[in-house]
């Protein structure tokens, strides 16, 4: 589905990315795993088009990544929920979920269908549409991006640091609703900090440098070697939320 070979890129004349290779096949859950400053973030920026690439190819089902817009990469069907989770907050949680429908045309009997579908599966967000999303807490505001996203029915989602600032229980509670996403047709590319995310992916790409250092099948990485090695001193949820909140972005 997706294929990025030797990518470079980065912010201005700061180059972040420097030889990023990584595939991610129909049905799969992939996970790219990094310290701060290996190159996670930006990669997701690339392959959705928000900042340009300088070297390498991006390849998405066929179709090669130039100059396109990232409205356009969206129309082709890769949704990005970016860190920080990205919601506008001055709109209620139905205006939220209403723009990800901008890109659909089949019609509002589908999109809302799909919408009360989606609100089965986050339903902490079922019987709040009409509340400002700033009145959400930070792991519904979690969910409602994702939902956003997943409105718009991307081929693949991108969701980038899934886990950042929520309690261990809401991460396992949202990694089970990405296994249960991906039985139901949609492909993730998930960027994490922590190990934790190897327990529901197929497989494993680590950054570091801006460079992939290691490709795995996730049955093969062993979590704790990975998270002494690459990750430092980060090995569940609650950790990683310590040092993302103690630690200056580098991405």
Do not use: C
Not at 36 to 47: C, D, P, Q, S, V
Not at 125 to 154: C, K, N, V
Not at 162 to 167: D, P, T, Y
Not at 181 to 206: K, N, S
């Amino acid at each position: 589905m997706l294929s990025v070979r030797e990518l470079e890129s980065g912010y201005g004349k700061v180059q972040v990315l420097r030889g990023v290779d990584l595939r991610v096949d129909e049905g799969e859950i992939v996970a790219v795993l990094g310290a701060n400053g290996a190159g996670k973030t930006t990669t997701l920026r690339a392959i959705s088009g928000v900042i340009p690439t300088w070297k390498g190819s991006i390849v998405f089902e066929g179709s090669t990544f130039a100059s396109e817009s990232p409205e356009r990469r969206a129309a082709l069907g890769i949704g990005h929920v970016p860190e920080g989770r990205g919601i506008l907050t001055s709109l209620t949680v139905g205006q939220n979920i209403e723009l990800g429908m901008t890109l659909r045309h089949d019609g509002a009997r589908a999109a809302n269908a799909d919408r009360d579908r989606l609100l089965g599966l986050f339903s902490a967000l079922a019987g709040r549409l009409d509340e400002p999303a700033s009145q959400l807490s930070g792991g519904q505001q979690q969910m409602l991006a994702i939902a956003r996203a997943l409105i718009a029915r991307p081929r693949l989602m991108m969701i980038d640091e899934l886990s950042f600032g929520l309690a261990p229980l809401l991460v396992e509670e949202l990694f089970g609703l990405i296994k249960e996403l991906r039985d139901e047709g949609t492909t993730f590319l998930l960027v994490e900090q922590h190990a934790g995310a190897v327990e529901i992916a197929d497989r494993v790409y680590v950054l570091s440098g801006g460079r992939t250092v290691i490709e795995s099948a996730a049955d093969q990485i062993d979590a704790g070697s990975l998270v002494r090695s690459y990750l430092g001193d980060v090995s569940s949820p609650a950790d990683a939320q310590h040092s993302q909140e103690t630690q200056p972005k580098g991405e």
